[in-house]
């Protein structure tokens, strides 16, 4: 993921059960998203297979 990442201005805030939430601009906000998407289901297809992975990406404001 780091050289995924580079050049992006995304940190991961916090881990909630089977939540990340990671803080990013405005700008980066789209990107951010589809690299994280990507990067969840490249890691569940290696560590669950053949368990289907299942990646919900909800942008906002604020964590809720």
Do not use: F, N
């Not at 881990?15 to 589809?34: F, G, M, N, P």
């Amino acid at each position: 993921m780091e050289s995924v990442a580079q050049g992006l201005d995304a940190h991961l805030v916090l881990t909630a059960y089977d939540q990340l939430v990671i803080e990013t601009r405005k700008d980066c906000c789209d990107r951010v998203a589809q690299v994280l998407e990507r990067v969840m289901i490249e890691a569940g297809r290696d560590i669950l297979a053949p368990i289907p992975v299942v990646v919900d990406v909800k942008m906002g404001k604020y964590w809720s």
